[in-house]
């Protein structure tokens, strides 16, 4: 085990769990969720379905499978998220024409008006979130992250 040489304490002694990045991952993400919870409990959204909407808004009509590719969830959450927004009328799904197995997802009129009211206040949880940081900090940690992700 090795030892510091002034205090001669183990660098075991020395582990501090706050300073750990999954401790303080956990912080922001429960920073970024009490946002978003505040901003979002009137439309009865989870930040998943959001990202789901958000999502089908930008790709149009495209497979389950390739929903969840893009916006990371596995495909049993990516399930659950699609049946609750299919549940609800936001979202709609067909089989797929040439692989009858694959369901395909877009959103409906009532989706659409929704992730369209919805798109501002997703940019203003964003930016209370980063809000401690300057400018240049904010650009800087978006770029960080997106590139330990």
Known sequence: MKRDNETGKSSIDDYQVEAQIGFLLRKAHQRASSIFQSNFSDKQITPTQFSAMAKLKDEGEISQNHL?????MDPATIQGVSR???DRGLVQTRADEVDKRRMLLRLTEDGRQMIDSLILKGRFVTKKTLSPLSED?????LEL????S
């Open 84 to 86: 609750r927004l299919v």
């Open 137 to 141: 900090e904010q650009a800087k940690i």
């Open 145 to 148: 992250l997106k590139k330990i």
């Open 68 to 72: 969840g590719r893009l916006t990371a």
